[in-house]
């Protein structure tokens, strides 16, 4: 595994939420987190009401980074061939060649996925946890850095389909942009009436930086204790009479790795309780499936998943960056 380097984790990272800031206004923190999905790296559904911004902050990040970029807009007609590619017949060589489908790129914007159909919408399932399409029988390895950013509106039931569960669970996280305060707001009016400032953004970072700089995110330190915090936040939701569904161990290891990443990028080789805490909702909430009786009671999933952790004792100070240089 290659050295850590948390200041030039740091300093990339900050690269590329500076670069960002220039077009979305006020949304720091959405950025953190969505850089911190490109370093561990996984993919992130972003969910919101129409007309935040959603889809623009997905194109933002894109061309931070020197990356290929494909968007896919998703609509009832969308086949799973039109995302993963087919064989089609060549009459000059009298055989079958392979045409890449939108899914080959190593940005993929997943605009409004909640408009295509089951069939379609599982046509990525195999694209994003094993980074690969298989077509014909025959797997095409997609391009390293892969990441999905998907956006869906989910006030508008209309037309749309849900995600199924296995689908929604193989997101790193789930965030929502939010609306801006009324002088970010300002801010937004005078930028875009004036230009668009996308179009004379420049990438800030290579893929294959961004890539190496991810390895390296895996020598940050977690401490034995913080490992059974995590643990027993993760049993505690499997316990609960409120949920039907607890965190897997794919929503376990997605939480460390985050935690890892989050860490290297605020400049420390090691991570705090407080990581895990910042990382509950956006990393694990969108994994968990309320039960019967917490729906009656019109419960959403953030207060129950904060109230099952609420009582979970944290780990005692200590020296937490012990063992980690």
């Known amino acids: 595994m290659p050295q850590l380097d948390v200041d030039r984790v740091h300093t990339v990272g900050r690269a590329i939420q500076e670069n960002v800031a220039r077009v979305i206004v006020g949304k720091e923190k959405v950025t953190e987190l969505l850089v911190a999905a490109l370093l561990v790296p996984g993919h992130v559904l972003i969910e919101d009401v129409p007309g ?11 061309r931070s980074l020197r990356c290929s970029f494909q968007r896919i807009q998703f609509t009832p007609d969308l086949l799973p061939a039109d995302i993963t590619g087919t064989n089609v017949f060549n009459q000059k060589t009298a055989d079958f060649e392979f045409r890449p489908g939108l899914v080959l790129a190593q940005i993929v914007l997943a605009d409004e996925i909640n408009r295509a159909g089951p069939r379609t919408q599982s046509a990525l399932l195999e694209a994003m946890e094993e980074r690969q399409v ?3 029988g025959v797997t095409h390895r997609l391009p390293e850095p892969f990441l999905v950013l998907a956006t869906q ?10 995600l199924p569960e296995a689908q929604v669970d193989r997101f790193l996280m789930r965030l929502a942009v939010g609306y801006p305060s009324r002088e970010e707001e300002r801010t937004i009016l005078h930028r875009f ?9 420049a990438a800030v970072v290579q893929g294959a930086d961004l890539t190496a700089l991810s390895r390296t995110t895996r020598a940050v330190h977690v401490s034995r204790s913080l490992e059974n915090y995590l643990l027993d936040i993760t049993e505690a939701t499997r316990r609960s ?7 897997s161990p794919r929503g376990s290891l997605a939480l460390y790795r985050t935690a890892q990443c989050l860490a ?13 805490q910042e990382l509950l909702v956006p990393v694990l909430a969108h994994r968990l499936i309320l039960s019967s009786q917490a729906r009656l009671r019109e419960r959403t999933l953030e207060e129950v998943l904060r109230s099952i952790v609420e009582p979970v004792p944290v780990p005692v100070e200590e020296s937490w960056s012990e063992k980690a240089h």
Do not use: C, H, Q, W
Request: glycine share 8%; net charge negative.
């Open 264 to 276: 290297a990028l605020r400049g420390r080789a090691y991570v705090l309780p407080d990581d895990f």
């Open 134 to 136: 298989t077509v014909d």
């Open 193 to 201: 009436v004036e230009s668009d400032p996308l179009l004379d953004l």
């Open 153 to 162: 509106n989910p006030i508008e039931l209309e037309g749309t389909f849900p």
């Open 52 to 62: 935040i911004g959603k889809t623009m902050l997905a194109k933002t990040l894109a």
């Open 241 to 247: 009479e409120a949920l039907s569904l607890g965190v």
